[in-house]
């Protein structure tokens, strides 16, 4: 076991610990940020109002909220003659056990994942909009959504704690080329507040220095539903993920990083000559409009008969199921890294196209690699070249570099990096007169 995986897996029991002690607490969602309670002893009218209160002022988002699954949490429970159970209500109602929902009957209006799940209980704000003391917490981190999307049954937090895209902000900041505008893609309150700003808000955009949020829930979900997407997403999910995994505009000469929208769909290398490379496969089919794309095959659900913490379900939100990370949760989840394969190959095949392809591949960009390095005895010096041999070259080198930031190792597109690999091949073979 490596050093991230100890550091992941102790992330993994922390996470369920602290998902545990949140729910004793019983105002689930208030753990991040636990709400003022107000002084003196004596019960008040509750200090959770529910959403229709809120509805007057803020009426675009209760219409959107309304639409999500959230709204209807308690009708989940009550489908299945749990509505009743107190178990189960801390993350289906508004404050239970904390001066809010008590059953249907008494307490309606707090039925369901309702605003103040998420931003604390606002009785105050909602009489006293103008107060700025008074207004409700907004909180973007994945904590907030991992009070209740964490345990066994639904262990999303959990995953995504061991994702990279939890450590994507502090992994970003230990890069020497850090600056602010790495950011769209490497943090969520940046990219929030670059958005809010693009529409012509008055924002302060965090720095480098002051950013506090990675790439959480809320950069792929939208907290209130509204964009008509299945899952909340905020995209749909055939441009999700390729809004950040692109190499964007990236020119001979340039080194690519994680060109996994190109190469999946089919673009993005170069020709000896130096035009456009175009190759797609069977697999760049999955990002076409209505596709899951990368989804397909990263974001896989899988549920077991009786999820518990040594066998908990999947939810596919470590984004990386070929990662050992996940595939050693359990011995039940060995094989589930081929879920997202198995509309097209069983498992046994997925595996052994897999491994093939993957060892040629590997195979090809070692034997490139010694032609690109310096201290390599076959090096070859750009410096040493005509000018037309150079661009050849630059050719050569940016599908190389293509091929290894991809990090498929060519599952991704095995035909477009085949083809870019054979160019690179073919050009070195001219210029060393094999
Ligand atoms: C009487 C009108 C009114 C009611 C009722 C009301 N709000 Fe607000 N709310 C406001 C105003 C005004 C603002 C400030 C808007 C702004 O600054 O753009 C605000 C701001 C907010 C904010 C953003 C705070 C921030 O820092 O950006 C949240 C969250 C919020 N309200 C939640 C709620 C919730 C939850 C309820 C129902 C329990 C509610 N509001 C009821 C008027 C209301
Ligand atoms: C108070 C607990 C709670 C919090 C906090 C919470 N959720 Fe949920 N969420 C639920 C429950 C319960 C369901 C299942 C609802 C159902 O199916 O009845 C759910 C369902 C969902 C779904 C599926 C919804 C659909 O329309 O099908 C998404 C997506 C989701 N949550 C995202 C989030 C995100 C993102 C956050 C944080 C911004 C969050 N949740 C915060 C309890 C919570
Ligand atoms: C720790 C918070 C939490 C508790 C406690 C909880 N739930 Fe949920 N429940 C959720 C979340 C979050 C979802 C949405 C899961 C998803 O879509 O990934 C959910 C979804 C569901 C669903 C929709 C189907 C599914 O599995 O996605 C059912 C049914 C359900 N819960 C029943 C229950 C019952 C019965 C209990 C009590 C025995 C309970 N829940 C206790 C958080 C909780
Ligand atoms: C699942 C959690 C969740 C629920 C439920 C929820 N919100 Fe939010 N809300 C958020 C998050 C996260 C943000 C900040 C990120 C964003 O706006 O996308 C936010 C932002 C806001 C803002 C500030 C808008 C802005 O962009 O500055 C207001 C106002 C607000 N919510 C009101 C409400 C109201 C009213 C409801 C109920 C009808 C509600 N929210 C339900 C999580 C939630
Ligand atoms: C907001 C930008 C953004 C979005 C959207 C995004 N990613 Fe990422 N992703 C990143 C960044 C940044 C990293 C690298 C973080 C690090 O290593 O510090 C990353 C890392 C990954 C990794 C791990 C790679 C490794 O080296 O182990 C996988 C797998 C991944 N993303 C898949 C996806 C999938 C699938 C989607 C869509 C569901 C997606 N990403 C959406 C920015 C994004
Ligand atoms: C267009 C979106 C985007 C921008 C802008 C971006 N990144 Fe990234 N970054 C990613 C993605 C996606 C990954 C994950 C790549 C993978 O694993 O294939 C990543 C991974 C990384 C990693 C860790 C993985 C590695 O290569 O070892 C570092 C470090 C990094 N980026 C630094 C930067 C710096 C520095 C900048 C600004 C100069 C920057 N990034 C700008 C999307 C972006
Ligand atoms: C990088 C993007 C990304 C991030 C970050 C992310 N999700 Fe998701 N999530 C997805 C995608 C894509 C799907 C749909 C997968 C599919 O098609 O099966 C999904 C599905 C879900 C679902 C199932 C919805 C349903 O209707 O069944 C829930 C619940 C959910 N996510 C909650 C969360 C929570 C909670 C977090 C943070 C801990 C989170 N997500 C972080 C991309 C993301
Ligand atoms: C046909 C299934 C499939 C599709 C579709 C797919 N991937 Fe992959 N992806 C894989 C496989 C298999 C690997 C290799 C994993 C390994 O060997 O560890 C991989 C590797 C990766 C890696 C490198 C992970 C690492 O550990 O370095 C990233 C990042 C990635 N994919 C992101 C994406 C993105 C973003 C998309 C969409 C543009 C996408 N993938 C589409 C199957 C797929
Ligand atoms: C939408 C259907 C579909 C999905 C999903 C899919 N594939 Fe494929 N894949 C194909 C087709 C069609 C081919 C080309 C015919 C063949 O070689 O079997 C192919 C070819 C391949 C090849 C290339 C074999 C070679 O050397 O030429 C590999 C490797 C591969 N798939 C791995 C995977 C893996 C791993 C997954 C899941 C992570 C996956 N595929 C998911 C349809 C799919």
């Not at 949140?22 to 636990?34: D, E, K, M, Q, T």
């Not at 959230?70 to 801390?90: F, K, M, P, R, V």
């Not at 990368?294 to 999947?314: K, T």
């Not at 477009?416 to 007169?433: H, K, S």
Request: glycine share 8%; charged share 15%; proline share 5%.
């Amino acid at each position: 076991m490596n050093a991230r995986n100890s550091v992941a897996r102790s992330g993994f029991a922390l996470a369920t610990a602290l998902g545990f002690a949140c729910g004793s607490l019983g105002f689930i969602a208030g753990c991040p940020s636990v709400p003022p309670t107000t002084g003196g002893g004596e019960p008040t009218a509750s200090k959770f109002v529910g959403a229709d209160t809120c509805m007057p002022c803020h009426s675009g988002m209760h219409t959107d909220w309304l639409a999500t699954g959230h709204a209807t949490a308690l009708d989940t429970l009550e489908a299945i003659g749990q509505g009743e159970n107190a178990a189960c209500l801390g993350c289906h109602t508004v404050g239970f056990n904390d001066d809010g929902f008590i059953s249907r009957a008494e307490t309606p209006a707090l039925a369901g994942v309702q605003c103040e799940n998420c931003h604390g209980a606002s009785a105050e704000h909602a009489t006293n909009p103008g107060d700025l003391a008074l207004r409700p917490s907004v909180d973007m981190s994945a904590t907030l959504c991992g009070s209740c999307h964490t345990d066994a049954h639904h262990p999303t937090f959990e995953e995504w704690q061991l994702s990279k895209h939890a450590m994507a902000l502090e992994g970003l900041r230990s890069n020497p080329f850090a600056q602010d505008t790495c950011m769209m893609c490497h943090s969520q309150d940046y990219r929030h507040a670059v958005e809010d700003q693009e529409v012509g808000e008055d924002v302060e955009v965090p720095t480098l220095a002051t950013a506090q949020l990675s790439i959480e829930c809320a950069t792929c979900h939208a907290p209130h539903g509204g964009v008509a997407q299945d899952h909340q997403l905020r995209q749909p999910i055939a441009n999700l993920c390729g809004e950040c995994h692109t190499q964007e505009e990236a020119m001979l000469g340039d080194s690519p990083h994680h060109p996994q929208i190109e190469m999946l769909t089919g673009i993005g290398a170069f020709q000896a000559d130096g035009s456009g490379l175009v190759q797609t496969h069977a697999h760049s089919a999955l990002a076409a409009a209505g596709g899951e794309a990368c989804a397909q095959c990263h974001v896989v659900r899988h549920e077991v008969e009786d999820p518990n913490e040594g066998n908990p379900n999947v939810t596919g939100h470590t984004f990386n199921p070929f990662d050992s990370d996940i595939t050693t949760i359990s011995p039940e989840h060995q094989t589930d890294q081929y879920t997202g394969c198995r509309d097209c190959h069983t498992d046994s095949v997925a595996d052994a196209l897999r491994s093939s392809l993957q060892a040629d591949l590997s195979a090809r960009l070692d034997a490139l690699a010694p032609t690109f390095d310096a201290e390599s005895a076959t090096f070859i010096d750009p410096e040493s070249l005509s000018t037309a041999d150079q661009a050849r070259l630059a050719t050569a080198k940016f599908n190389f570099e293509f091929v290894r930031a991809d990090g498929s190792l060519g599952v991704h597109n095995p035909a477009l990096a085949q083809g870019a690999l054979d160019v690179a091949e073919q050009i070195i073979n001219d210029l060393t007169g094999q």
